[in-house]
């Protein structure tokens, strides 16, 4: 859709159309969308705001959104729509945020909201040492550079793709209802889909 019937989708009164609408965003300047969909961080129906608060995880960098995600979160009724935006502001890339989300994983006791924060923490640390260490990728001096491609090989290594596909076979046990067997399925066929695809680019 353009841009004028995308704003028309906003402003529907059916919920459902204002969440297909921040979940398929425009191909707008950043400038001028990201105002608009921190205003959709008021709108009534929490998963409009929880659908808002995952688009804007995309919007890396950005301080009026990590201001407005961070406020989300500390006002936030609905527990999971806290936990998307507590998500999303971890995949912001901030690291004075990174405290903040560990606080969180300490301190909360709702699940959702601690999965979130455990996302938060692994988004936010992943990106600012992929960060330093590409740049390192190009230093001149072929010590530091071979430094950083040994760490990278070591942050490969210890990202254990095993051991998570071993953990979630397990779960696959009896008298598990078909909806989590499948959910579980899933899962493993995509990681195992992922495991392929590093394969053949090292191939």
Known sequence: MNFEEWKRSLASADFLDRVDAV??????????LIPILLKVLQDPEP???????????????CQLV????????????DPLTKAYAISSLGELGFVD???????????ETEPQIRIHACV????GVQLLVKEELFACLEHPDMIIKGAAVNALVELVEKWQ?????????????DGQNPGTRSMITSALAKIANQANQVSNRKD
């Open 23 to 32: 979940e398929n965003l425009p191909e707008i300047a950043d400038e001028q």
């Open 47 to 61: 998963l409009v705001r929880l659908c808002t608060a995952e688009s804007l995880r995309h919007f890396g960098g």
């Open 66 to 77: 990590r201001e407005a995600l961070a406020n989300l979160i500390q006002t936030e009724l």
């Open 97 to 107: 945020d990174l405290p903040f989300l560990v606080q969180l994983l300490n301190s």
């Open 120 to 123: 938060g923490i692994f988004s």
């Open 161 to 173: 793709l095993d051991e998570i596909f071993t953990v979630l076979q397990d779960s696959l046990q």
